[in-house]
């Protein structure tokens, strides 16, 4: 056990809802954990989200799962717990049900406008789920920012790429292809001659830039003035470095499990509590690292 360090303002910290989805995506490492739901609580989830604004208050919220929108007045509970000083990232497919209609997440999201930040919209190359129209996409983005989250799972139809890319073009929706993380490694983090996904995407738009630290990057293009990223993360969420004869963990992603339990990475370590409330903060190590991205170089 090492003494914790993370960045200026806390490590992110998500939210497993307590609650299911009606999909089965391949890539999906969490949705066996939905397959036994005893012990899930919406009330021990608030208590955690208490204690993580206690100790970081000003650190980013994600909530996933599971579904975040599948249960509305869950979410909305949850929601009333973070603080106006953090921001509010979610994960969704933006499902409708013979039990929820659009109305009704339009409604959700245009009464907590002011809290959600962003608002990442998962539409695969490859329809693995029933999707919602893509009205649905452009009326939310009328509310909050949008942005759609695209895995590009093992072998993906790269001839689909530009007509998937010009579906949302039309509606100038950015779009972040994601590599499959459970896949990444610190040798492959940062590796294109062989990365079939970012050879993909040089070949049909232009590359900008490429930010990144330790745990992440992107690389980021313009597809006809669309802006496109494409994601890499490790699959976990810890770095041990030393620092002046120290050695630290340091802390990227915190995990609230839907049972309210805190971890400090997504193996199911547990994150001692004391200790990080004496965290050593340092300066994001996310940078730039070529090109020029978002107007600056």
């Not at 497993?16 to 391949?26: E, H, R, T, W």
Request: with cysteine; glycine share 6%; charged share 30%.
């Amino acid at each position: 056990m090492n003494p914790y360090k993370t960045r200026e303002g806390g490590a992110t910290v998500t939210v497993f809802v307590p609650y299911d989805c009606g999909n089965n995506c391949p890539f999906c490492i969490n949705k066996k954990e939905y397959a036994n739901m005893e012990g899930f609580s919406v009330e021990k989830i608030c208590k955690s989200i208490d204690t993580m604004n206690e100790i970081t208050p000003r650190c980013d919220f994600v909530f996933t799962g599971g579904e975040p929108f599948a249960n509305l007045e869950s979410l909305q509970v949850m929601l009333d717990h973070i603080p106006a000083t953090h921001k509010i990232y979610i994960n969704t497919t933006l499902p409708i049900t013979k039990n929820q209609s659009v109305e009704d997440v339009l409604d959700f999201i245009d009464k907590n406008k002011q809290k959600i930040s962003y608002i990442n919209c998962s539409r695969h190359l490859v329809k693995y789920i029933v999707e919602s129209g893509d009205e649905v996409l452009i009326k939310v983005k009328e509310l909050v920012p949008v942005r759609v989250n695209c895995v590009l799972f093992k072998d993906y139809p790269k001839d689909k790429l530009c007509d998937y890319i010009e579906r949302f073009r039309k509606y100038n929706i950015p779009i972040q292809f994601r590599f499959d993380y459970t896949d990444t490694t610190p040798e492959n983090l940062y590796e294109t001659k062989h990365d079939m996904i970012y050879n993909d995407l040089c070949k049909i738009s232009t590359y900008k830039g490429l930010d990144g630290c330790r745990m992440r990057c992107g690389y980021h293009f313009d597809y006809k003035g669309l802006e496109i990223t494409y994601h890499k993360t490790l699959p976990y969420s810890t770095i041990v470095e030393k620092d002046g004869g120290t050695t630290y963990d340091i802390l990227y992603d915190i995990i609230i499990k839907q049972t309210g339990e805190i971890h400090s990475d997504w193996d199911g370590t547990k994150l001692d509590i004391d200790a990080y409330r004496k965290v050593v903060f340092e300066k994001y190590d996310l940078r730039l690292l070529d090109g020029v991205v978002n107007g600056y170089n």
